[in-house]
């Protein structure tokens, strides 16, 4: 790496760690619940969405106390959730609806306990909901819901140690997000066609959210072999334009890239990718940022050496950096 390609990429670094979130200057994108409300709860009578309302508070509020550790509080919500379902009158459409968003919140309250296997089984009855409610009542946006579901699949497999079909989940569930494919190796029944229906920001939000996830865990599963799962169920589709993340192909491309030896091509994709900023997925931004640290380092020159002090010097002031990342932090330091 000769002294102006350093600089070059030092100055990538330097803008995207600076560039402010660009979404402050746009209007607000559409949430899942949004598009819920929009596409499916005015279709239900007005007592049923009255009871649908109800219950999904308690789930919301029992949720809330789950990721606070209040477990105790946790369990009265959700059994206050179910004890809505139950009562008399409530429709098939509305109670398999309220169903799914409470064993979603159930399969977090059970992963928070390290019941890996009950909270797996709470993720596919939620994903049999949506399923039914899709082909069934025609609630067509809970394709998007069920691709969420896929996520904490994936995260429970990581969670639990199995790293390798954690990550193997991860790139499948972004390569059908990106519409490369037309199914996921769990669950059945996939459409693919209504997945093109969603929002474009729905489906951006959750590759991001992905790839985020999956950067938070990389200190956990260092050797490549292990990181290379992911990209197995997307290699086929690399050299495709990606249509919702394109930015995420780029962190994806210029990690291969640099696995594979191809410096030239790495520090290139790093020139696109590093100036976008930490945006939506700021995990994958700090990881690419330290992939080239070491990078530098391992180059032996004296413009590496330069980048690489100057952008662990810069780490102190890093917003949003996932505690997850100080031991790598510390192992680079230590050169």
């Excluded at 999904?56 to 369990?75: E, K, M, N, P, V």
């Excluded at 994936?154 to 790139?171: F, K, N, S, T, Y």
């Excluded at 032996?300 to 100057?310: F, K, N, Q, S």
Aim: with cysteine; charged share 30%; aromatic share 8%.
């Amino acid at each position: 790496m000769d002294a102006e390609t350093a600089e070059r990429l030092f100055e990538a670094y330097r803008a995207g760690l600076l560039l402010r979130d660009p979404d402050h200057l746009r209007p607000p994108k559409p949430t899942f619940y949004r598009l819920l409300m929009d596409d499916i709860l005015g279709r239900l009578p007005l007592r049923e969405r009255l009871v649908f309302r109800k219950s999904y508070r308690a789930t919301r509020q029992g949720l809330a106390f789950a990721r606070t550790g209040d477990l105790d509080s946790a369990d009265k919500r959700f059994k206050t959730s179910r004890e809505v379902l139950e009562s008399r009158g409530t429709g098939e459409a509305t109670r398999l609806l309220a169903t799914a968003f409470l064993e979603a919140a159930l399969a977090y309250f059970d992963y928070r306990q390290g019941r890996f296997e009950a909270a797996r089984e709470r993720i596919l009855t939620t994903m049999d909901c949506d399923l039914a409610l899709e082909t069934g009542h025609g609630f067509e946006c809970l394709e998007i819901h069920r691709i969420q579901a896929s996520d904490n699949l994936m995260m429970i497999d990581l969670r639990e140690g199995r790293v390798e079909q954690g990550l193997g989940l991860a790139g499948a569930i972004m390569a059908y997000a990106e519409g490369f494919t037309d199914s996921l190796p769990i669950h059945r029944g996939w459409r693919p066609d209504l997945l093109r229906c969603v929002p474009l920001a729905l489906r951006r939000g959750a590759i991001g959210q992905i790839a985020n996830e999956v950067a938070v865990q990389f200190p956990a599963c260092p050797r490549p072999e292990v990181w290379n799962a992911i990209l197995a169920p997307l290699t086929p589709y690399l050299d495709r334009p990606a249509a919702a993340q394109p930015r995420i192909r780029q962190w994806l491309l210029a990690r291969d890239a640099r696995a594979r030896g191809d410096h030239e091509r790495y520090r290139a994709l790093l020139l696109e990718f590093l100036p976008g900023g930490r945006s939506r997925f700021p995990a994958a931004w700090y990881l690419a940022v330290l992939d080239f640290a070491a990078h530098c380092g391992e180059l032996g020159t004296e413009e590496g050496r330069l980048v690489r002090r100057a952008i662990l010097r810069d780490v102190k002031h890093w917003p949003d950096l996932p505690a997850s990342f100080r031991p790598l932090l510390a192992r680079r330091r230590q050169g």
